[in-house]
């Protein structure tokens, strides 16, 4: 069966520190992988999808950046946190051609930025 | 980029009682999948339920049912005989043929005992 796994699960960074959010998928291959931030009472906003190594697409222009340097493995990244940076990330997964179509989603990572 | 819509911050229903969630879309595409996903308060997201956008039948799990309109671009979420671990944020979403997930800003569901 397939998991998704993302970690740290909480941090709390000064501004101006610099971010890693690692999230690795297991037990398929050549997933589309997303990660999308959730503010204290909002939605989910999508910030950088892929859909194979290599290749990010940003939805929204931001100090934030992700990679995928492996298949099933993907980073998001910051230079320099800001205090708007904190929220809720969550790393996601779905099939690219095949399959129901759902997203599934890893456990969240909070990050603070004080 | 496609935007989902969910006009209801916050419903409350009693236990045992019926309580629909609403949600419209905005696309240009055909051919589309949506969601409804459920977020306890552990953060983790759960598949409710699903629709094909090429399928005419409104799709169905157990308590959970949806009503859609394509024409109207409208999917709205049936929760039947609530129960008290129904209670959470739901979110509606839409997946586009270029593969990009696009969440409304979700419904918070109280269900009261």
């Known amino acids: 069966s397939q998991t998704i796994h993302q970690w740290p699960a909480t941090l709390v960074q000064p501004v101006g520190s610099p971010l890693s959010l690692e999230c690795t998928v297991e037990?398929?291959?050549?997933?589309?992988l997303y990660w999308y931030r959730q503010a204290a009472g909002r939605g989910l906003q999508l910030l950088f999808y892929s859909v194979g190594i290599g290749q990010i697409s940003s939805e929204v222009p931001q100090n934030l950046s992700a990679s995928r340097p492996q298949d099933r493995q993907f980073i998001l990244s910051s230079k320099k946190l800001l205090l708007s940076d904190s929220g809720f990330y969550l790393c996601a997964w779905a099939r690219g051609t095949s399959g129901t179509g759902e997203l599934f989603f890893g456990e969240g990572s909070r990050l603070t930025v004080l | 980029a496609q935007t989902v819509t969910q006009s209801q911050p916050e419903m409350s229903v009693q236990e045992a009682e019926t309580v629909t969630l609403s949600c419209t879309y905005d696309?240009?595409?055909?051919?589309?999948?949506l969601f409804w996903y459920k977020q306890p308060p552990s953060r983790q997201m759960i598949l409710v339920i699903r629709q094909e956008a090429y399928k005419q039948q409104n799709a169905t799990e157990n308590r959970f049912s949806v009503n859609f309109q394509k024409a109207a671009k409208s999917f709205s979420l049936k929760i039947s005989d609530s129960q008290l671990g129904d209670a959470a944020m739901y979110f509606c979403a839409y997946r586009s043929k270029g593969n990009q997930f696009y969440f409304g800003t979700g419904t918070s569901l109280t269900v009261i005992p």
């Open positions: 696309t240009s595409e055909s051919d589309y999948y």
């Open positions: 037990g398929t291959s050549n997933p589309n």
